[in-house]
């Protein structure tokens, strides 16, 4: 069904141009493709615009819990849909509990769901505040590569595992690999300072959980918010050591300057 079709059979549209969508790195976009992504991207704007004004009018006290709920049940539920159906045609699978390649690179994700990560760090004696802090004052003024160069994992990783797995960033749902060697080799590349090779993803599964995170700005951008993407790990790190910058943040003020945004690699 292409957008016209899809306005045309009623179902509730906002086109994310504005937005703009962002293309996996290596993927060759196939223009039907790339018109499904825009469809579900802006059905989902459409449709978190409609359930957000719905709620705030109903009390409006309750942004906060209205857009993390949108980011839980609609954009969440939606990229799930994606994995599952990417798992279930996929030849195989290399990603499981324990396998964390992956987690060893900076991680772009918009406000709320730093705010949803940052709100499991609330207790003083957590540790992993500590791990947050000290990553963002080694991380500080580095490139990507050099940062994956540190050998340092995410803050938030655990034993090998994500500490924060229900509530972990659409980028990080969208990192699935047939294989785990292809990441490691990835991995071992960059602390040996070596060019990264390029490693085998299921792009096309990422590309549509981009369009979710597309979609999802879009809400944010017409709720008024703030809709840049942020580095996580300073973003969660901000955000502990201010709290009141969410209130600021829902109230329209553009809390993070361009020094958040998740930096770029050059291959
Ligand atoms: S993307 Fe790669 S490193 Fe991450 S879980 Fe999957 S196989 Fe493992
Ligand atoms: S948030 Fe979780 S899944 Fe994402 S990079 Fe960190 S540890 Fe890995």
């Known amino acids: ?28 976009v196939d223009p039907g493709i790339e018109a499904k992504v825009k469809l579900f991207a802006g059905i989902m704007r459409a449709a978190g615009i409609v359930l957000a004004a719905r709620e705030i009018a109903a009390d409006p006290s309750n942004k906060l819990n209205t857009v993390l709920s949108l980011l839980k049940v609609l954009v969440f539920g939606r990229a799930q849909q994606t994995i599952d159906e990417q798992i279930a045609a996929a030849p195989r699978l290399g990603c499981k509990s324990g396998c964390a390649w992956c987690c060893y690179q900076s991680v772009e994700v918009t406000i709320p769901e730093a705010i949803l990560v940052a709100a499991q760090l609330l207790d003083p004696a957590d540790p992993r505040r500590t791990a947050v802090l000290a990553n963002v004052k080694a991380f500080r003024g580095l490139d990507e590569r050099q940062r994956r160069g540190t050998g340092a994992p995410c803050a938030f990783l655990v034993d090998n595992r994500c500490s924060v797995y229900d509530d972990r960033p659409l980028m990080c749902r969208a990192m699935m690999a047939p294989a785990p060697e292809g990441c490691h080799a990835v991995h071992a590349a960059a602390l040996a300072g070596k060019p990264l090779p390029l490693v085998e993803l299921y792009a096309v599964a990422q590309y549509f959980i981009l369009g979710d995170q597309s979609g999802f ?6 709720m008024g918010l703030q809709d840049d993407l942020v580095e996580l790990t300073q973003a969660v790190a901000a955000l502990l050591e201010e709290p009141t910058l969410i209130e600021r943040w829902l109230a329209g003020e553009h809390i993070f300057g361009p020094e958040f945004a998740p930096p770029t690699l050059e291959i």
Not at 217 to 222: A, E, H, K, W, Y
């Open 217 to 222: 700005r879009g809400i944010l951008r017409d």
């Open 1 to 28: 069904m292409t957008n016209t079709e899809a306005v045309e059979a009623d179902i509730p549209f906002r086109a994310v141009d504005d937005i703009g969508l962002r293309v996996p790195y290596g993927l060759t």
